[in-house]
Protein backbone atom coordinates (compact mmCIF):
# COMPACT_ATOMS: atom_id res chain seq x y z
CA UNK A 1 0.00 0.00 0.00
CA UNK A 2 1.09 3.77 0.15
CA UNK A 3 1.95 5.28 3.10
CA UNK A 4 4.08 8.08 4.61
CA UNK A 5 6.41 8.20 7.86
CA UNK A 6 7.85 11.30 8.99
CA UNK A 7 10.14 12.11 11.60
CA UNK A 8 8.22 12.35 15.37
CA UNK A 9 8.63 15.59 16.83
CA UNK A 10 8.44 18.40 18.45
CA UNK A 11 11.54 20.08 16.93
CA UNK A 12 12.76 23.44 18.51
CA UNK A 13 15.74 25.38 17.14
CA UNK A 14 17.62 28.26 17.76
CA UNK A 15 16.94 30.68 14.65
CA UNK A 16 19.29 30.44 12.16
CA UNK A 17 20.09 26.98 13.31
CA UNK A 18 19.77 23.85 10.43
CA UNK A 19 16.87 22.13 9.97
CA UNK A 20 16.47 18.80 8.81
CA UNK A 21 12.92 16.59 8.89
CA UNK A 22 13.12 12.88 7.72
CA UNK A 23 10.31 11.50 5.57
CA UNK A 24 10.02 8.05 4.08
CA UNK A 25 7.59 6.70 1.86
CA UNK A 26 5.98 3.24 0.51
CA UNK A 27 4.38 3.17 -2.57
CA UNK A 28 3.12 1.11 -5.12
CA UNK A 29 4.24 2.52 -8.18
CA UNK A 30 5.91 6.05 -8.66
CA UNK A 31 4.47 8.59 -6.24
CA UNK A 32 4.93 12.21 -6.77
CA UNK A 33 5.91 13.37 -3.15
CA UNK A 34 5.18 17.11 -1.43
CA UNK A 35 5.98 19.02 1.59
CA UNK A 36 3.13 20.97 3.16
CA UNK A 37 3.30 23.63 5.97
CA UNK A 38 0.14 24.23 8.51
CA UNK A 39 0.45 27.80 10.01
CA UNK A 40 -1.71 27.38 13.50
CA UNK A 41 -4.90 27.65 13.14
CA UNK A 42 -4.66 27.45 9.18
CA UNK A 43 -5.07 24.99 6.55
CA UNK A 44 -2.63 23.13 4.79
CA UNK A 45 -0.16 25.16 2.36
CA UNK A 46 2.34 23.81 -0.42
CA UNK A 47 5.59 24.07 0.35
CA UNK A 48 7.20 22.15 -2.40
CA UNK A 49 6.99 19.30 -4.48
CA UNK A 50 8.91 16.51 -6.67
CA UNK A 51 7.18 14.39 -8.93
CA UNK A 52 9.83 11.90 -10.31
CA UNK A 53 13.61 10.34 -8.91
CA UNK A 54 16.50 12.81 -8.37
CA UNK A 55 14.16 16.29 -8.68
CA UNK A 56 14.67 18.71 -6.11
CA UNK A 57 11.74 20.89 -4.97
CA UNK A 58 12.75 24.09 -3.41
CA UNK A 59 11.01 26.99 -2.19
CA UNK A 60 11.72 29.97 0.61
CA UNK A 61 14.72 28.39 1.36
CA UNK A 62 13.35 25.30 2.15
CA UNK A 63 14.48 21.95 -0.39
CA UNK A 64 13.52 18.59 -0.21
CA UNK A 65 15.27 15.96 -2.91
CA UNK A 66 12.96 12.49 -4.23
CA UNK A 67 15.42 9.98 -3.72
CA UNK A 68 14.08 6.51 -5.00
CA UNK A 69 16.72 4.42 -4.06
CA UNK A 70 16.16 5.41 -0.39
CA UNK A 71 12.08 6.11 -0.95
CA UNK A 72 12.66 9.72 0.98
CA UNK A 73 12.27 13.35 0.49
CA UNK A 74 13.68 14.43 3.65
CA UNK A 75 13.11 18.48 4.31
CA UNK A 76 16.03 20.91 5.23
CA UNK A 77 16.78 24.63 5.57
CA UNK A 78 20.46 25.95 5.71
CA UNK A 79 19.20 28.78 8.59
CA UNK A 80 15.56 28.54 10.06
CA UNK A 81 13.38 31.86 11.33
CA UNK A 82 11.19 32.34 13.96
CA UNK A 83 8.24 32.47 11.06
CA UNK A 84 9.35 29.00 10.07
CA UNK A 85 7.30 27.59 13.26
CA UNK A 86 4.55 25.31 12.14
CA UNK A 87 3.79 22.05 11.59
CA UNK A 88 5.38 20.24 8.22
CA UNK A 89 3.60 17.28 6.25
CA UNK A 90 5.46 14.94 4.28
CA UNK A 91 3.12 13.72 1.15
CA UNK A 92 2.80 11.48 -1.83
CA UNK A 93 0.18 11.54 -4.46
CA UNK A 94 -0.09 8.88 -6.35
CA UNK A 95 -1.66 9.25 -10.40
CA UNK A 96 -2.86 5.63 -9.95
CA UNK A 97 -5.06 6.09 -7.20
CA UNK A 98 -7.16 9.38 -8.82
CA UNK A 99 -4.18 11.77 -6.78
CA UNK A 100 -5.37 11.53 -3.14
CA UNK A 101 -3.23 12.32 -0.57
CA UNK A 102 -1.35 10.48 1.93
CA UNK A 103 0.19 12.57 4.45
CA UNK A 104 2.57 11.83 7.41
CA UNK A 105 1.42 12.44 10.74
CA UNK A 106 3.28 15.91 10.83
CA UNK A 107 6.05 17.40 12.64
CA UNK A 108 5.41 20.94 14.76
CA UNK A 109 8.41 22.82 14.64
CA UNK A 110 9.27 25.84 17.11
CA UNK A 111 12.12 28.10 15.92
CA UNK A 112 13.22 30.59 18.89
CA UNK A 113 14.94 33.67 19.31
CA UNK B 1 -8.33 34.94 -6.95
CA UNK B 2 -9.86 33.84 -3.82
CA UNK B 3 -8.96 30.40 -3.31
CA UNK B 4 -10.27 27.28 -1.89
CA UNK B 5 -12.62 28.52 0.67
CA UNK B 6 -14.85 26.62 3.33
CA UNK B 7 -17.65 27.28 5.60
CA UNK B 8 -18.62 27.32 8.36
CA UNK B 9 -15.27 27.98 9.99
CA UNK B 10 -16.23 26.22 13.45
CA UNK B 11 -19.10 24.75 14.69
CA UNK B 12 -20.28 22.96 17.63
CA UNK B 13 -22.69 19.89 17.53
CA UNK B 14 -23.90 16.73 19.76
CA UNK B 15 -23.67 13.40 19.39
CA UNK B 16 -26.64 11.61 16.88
CA UNK B 17 -26.68 15.03 15.45
CA UNK B 18 -26.29 15.41 11.29
CA UNK B 19 -23.97 18.28 9.77
CA UNK B 20 -23.40 19.51 6.51
CA UNK B 21 -19.96 21.69 5.76
CA UNK B 22 -19.51 23.10 2.45
CA UNK B 23 -16.37 24.18 0.16
CA UNK B 24 -15.53 26.30 -3.00
CA UNK B 25 -12.87 25.74 -4.80
CA UNK B 26 -10.38 27.62 -6.29
CA UNK B 27 -11.36 29.37 -9.17
CA UNK B 28 -10.53 27.29 -12.59
CA UNK B 29 -11.20 23.80 -10.03
CA UNK B 30 -13.47 20.95 -10.86
CA UNK B 31 -12.41 18.31 -8.82
CA UNK B 32 -13.24 18.30 -4.85
CA UNK B 33 -11.52 16.27 -2.23
CA UNK B 34 -12.42 16.01 1.34
CA UNK B 35 -9.70 15.39 4.61
CA UNK B 36 -10.35 14.54 7.95
CA UNK B 37 -7.58 15.56 10.21
CA UNK B 38 -7.94 14.54 14.06
CA UNK B 39 -5.69 16.45 16.28
CA UNK B 40 -2.32 15.70 15.88
CA UNK B 41 -2.50 14.01 12.96
CA UNK B 42 -1.83 14.25 9.57
CA UNK B 43 -5.13 14.52 7.11
CA UNK B 44 -6.89 11.06 6.10
CA UNK B 45 -9.00 11.07 2.53
CA UNK B 46 -12.64 11.12 2.70
CA UNK B 47 -13.67 11.15 -1.14
CA UNK B 48 -12.84 13.13 -4.23
CA UNK B 49 -15.85 14.57 -6.14
CA UNK B 50 -15.79 15.17 -10.48
CA UNK B 51 -18.34 16.03 -12.38
CA UNK B 52 -20.63 15.79 -9.55
CA UNK B 53 -20.20 12.33 -8.68
CA UNK B 54 -17.91 10.56 -6.03
CA UNK B 55 -14.92 9.29 -7.80
CA UNK B 56 -13.10 8.12 -4.81
CA UNK B 57 -13.33 6.88 -1.62
CA UNK B 58 -11.31 6.24 1.81
CA UNK B 59 -11.74 4.19 4.29
CA UNK B 60 -14.86 6.39 6.12
CA UNK B 61 -17.99 4.64 6.98
CA UNK B 62 -21.79 5.30 4.80
CA UNK B 63 -22.06 8.33 7.48
CA UNK B 64 -20.16 10.39 5.28
CA UNK B 65 -21.45 11.25 2.26
CA UNK B 66 -21.30 14.41 0.24
CA UNK B 67 -22.51 16.02 -2.95
CA UNK B 68 -21.07 18.62 -5.83
CA UNK B 69 -22.96 20.95 -7.81
CA UNK B 70 -22.77 22.30 -11.32
CA UNK B 71 -21.03 25.27 -10.13
CA UNK B 72 -18.22 22.84 -8.94
CA UNK B 73 -19.05 23.58 -5.22
CA UNK B 74 -19.27 20.87 -2.66
CA UNK B 75 -20.74 19.55 0.56
CA UNK B 76 -19.52 16.91 3.03
CA UNK B 77 -22.51 15.54 5.29
CA UNK B 78 -21.69 13.97 7.96
CA UNK B 79 -24.92 11.83 9.97
CA UNK B 80 -25.35 10.46 13.44
CA UNK B 81 -22.56 12.38 14.44
CA UNK B 82 -19.49 10.16 17.15
CA UNK B 83 -17.42 12.39 19.26
CA UNK B 84 -14.20 10.62 17.49
CA UNK B 85 -16.11 12.89 14.61
CA UNK B 86 -14.42 15.93 16.17
CA UNK B 87 -11.73 17.01 13.80
CA UNK B 88 -10.55 19.38 11.20
CA UNK B 89 -11.93 18.92 8.15
CA UNK B 90 -10.21 20.23 4.77
CA UNK B 91 -11.25 20.60 1.43
CA UNK B 92 -9.18 20.85 -1.42
CA UNK B 93 -9.21 21.47 -4.91
CA UNK B 94 -7.38 20.73 -8.45
CA UNK B 95 -7.80 20.55 -11.96
CA UNK B 96 -8.08 18.04 -13.99
CA UNK B 97 -6.10 17.00 -17.32
CA UNK B 98 -7.96 14.36 -19.66
CA UNK B 99 -10.35 13.22 -16.82
CA UNK B 100 -7.48 12.67 -14.06
CA UNK B 101 -7.56 15.21 -11.36
CA UNK B 102 -3.80 17.16 -11.40
CA UNK B 103 -1.47 15.90 -8.93
CA UNK B 104 -1.23 19.28 -6.89
CA UNK B 105 -4.05 19.78 -4.56
CA UNK B 106 -4.55 23.42 -3.04
CA UNK B 107 -6.46 23.42 0.89
CA UNK B 108 -9.06 25.87 2.17
CA UNK B 109 -8.16 26.83 5.70
CA UNK B 110 -10.82 24.03 7.15
CA UNK B 111 -13.96 23.66 9.49
CA UNK B 112 -13.36 22.81 12.87
CA UNK B 113 -16.17 20.46 14.00
CA UNK B 114 -16.47 19.82 18.06
CA UNK B 115 -18.80 17.18 18.76
CA UNK B 116 -20.36 17.03 22.56
Known amino acids: GNSVTQMEGPVTLSEEAFLTINCTYT??????LFWYVQYPGEGLQLLLK???ADDKGSNKGFEATYRKETTSFHLEKGSVQVSDSAVYFC????WGTGNQFYFGTGTSLTVIP | DAGVTQSPTHLIKTRGQQVTLRCSPKSGHDTVSWYQQALGQGPQFIFQYYEEEERQRGNFPDRFSGHQFPNYSSELNVNALLLGDSALYLC???????????????FGPGTRLLVL
Open chain 2, 92 to 106: ASSETDRGRSKETQY
Open chain 1, 27 to 32: ATGYPS
Open chain 1, 50 to 52: ATK
Open chain 1, 91 to 94: ALSY
